[in-house]
């Protein structure tokens, strides 16, 4: 938890309070954000106990804003997951344990 509170920090320093975060219509295989399949915009990210709440807005005006914005109208329930990338370490009980060069996507 605490690697994943000080990478979230780091986020929304970085990328949502500069108006940089932005995510991706479907579940892309790379960490790289491709801009010519940008859905929406992150505006807000905060802790809520062991979970992490944000709030997109749609893009109505990106091809895949579009697409997004239509199946939300028609009742679709669209999911959300985030991206990250970092080395993972066994610890003594040989569970796999996220590294402190996590960082989000």
Request: net charge neutral; proline share 3%.
């Amino acid at each position: 938890m605490e690697t994943l509170q000080k990478e979230v920090g780091r986020y929304i320093k970085e990328q949502v309070s500069q108006g940089r975060a932005v995510g991706e219509l479907g579940h892309p295989d790379s960490p790289t954000v491709n801009l010519d399949r940008v859905s929406h915009k992150i505006m807000s990210l905060r802790e809520s106990g062991s979970n992490f709440i944000g709030k997109a807005k749609i893009l109505e005006s990106t091809p895949m804003g579009k697409i997004a914005s239509s199946l939300l109208d028609e009742g679709v329930m669209l999911g959300v997951s985030s991206r990250g990338v970092g080395s993972l370490r066994e610890n003594q009980h040989g569970y796999k344990v996220v590294g402190e060069d996590f960082q989000l996507a």
